[in-house]
């Protein structure tokens, strides 16, 4: 009898010590895409908090409603940073596209994903995504994504929080529905 209680006293500390708490973070906002129109934008992330070592997060995506694109925000040297795609993006009332590494968004809020929490999240975007009469287009949607603008938006962060063994995350939202 004494056997079996300290192994199960070893198993519950070995399963506290490789449990996880997992957060996602998520927001919602109402804006206007890059071709103008009203529309819904998601952005999340999850992080992994380990009761030993570093705590792992990322990246951020930011979804918009009728969009064919999600945005990454990944952490860099520069900060949390969202970097264009040749052919794809433009800066914001500028013709051509953007070079390879120029960065079309950053969040001014933090420079570290494990960093940012619940609450307010401020970040910018200065391009657009690159349409015209030959971009693909599938009934309402496009590559359009948040517009570009010099104030940032802010988003208000929420935090859903699990705990877990196993490791499992929290279910990352759906993309916002296209009116």
Request: proline letters at 6%.
């Amino acid at each position: 009898m004494h056997t079996i209680a300290r192994n199960i006293a070893w198993l519950l500390v070995f399963g506290f010590l490789t449990g996880c708490t997992h957060s996602l973070y998520h927001a919602e906002l109402d804006t206007l895409n890059s071709e103008g129109n009203p529309r819904k934008s998601v952005l999340y992330w999850s992080k992994t908090d380990k009761l030993i070592g570093d705590a792992k997060a990322g990246p951020i995506l930011l979804m918009t409603a009728c969009s064919t694109r999600r945005i990454h925000f990944d952490e860099t040297e520069t900060g949390i940073v969202f970097r264009g795609t040749p052919g794809q993006d433009r800066i914001s009332e500028q013709s051509g596209t953007v070079a390879e590494g120029t960065i079309c968004g950053k969040v001014q809020s933090d420079s570290k994903i494990t960093d940012l929490q619940a609450g307010p999240l401020l970040l910018t975007v200065s391009c657009e995504a690159m349409t015209d009469e030959f971009s693909i287009r599938t009934g309402l949607f496009s590559p359009s994504y948040l517009q570009a603008r010099e104030s940032p938006y802010q988003f208000e962060v929420q935090e859903e929080r699990s705990w877990s063994v196993l490791g499992r995350t929290p279910d990352a939202p759906e993309p916002p529905a296209c009116p």
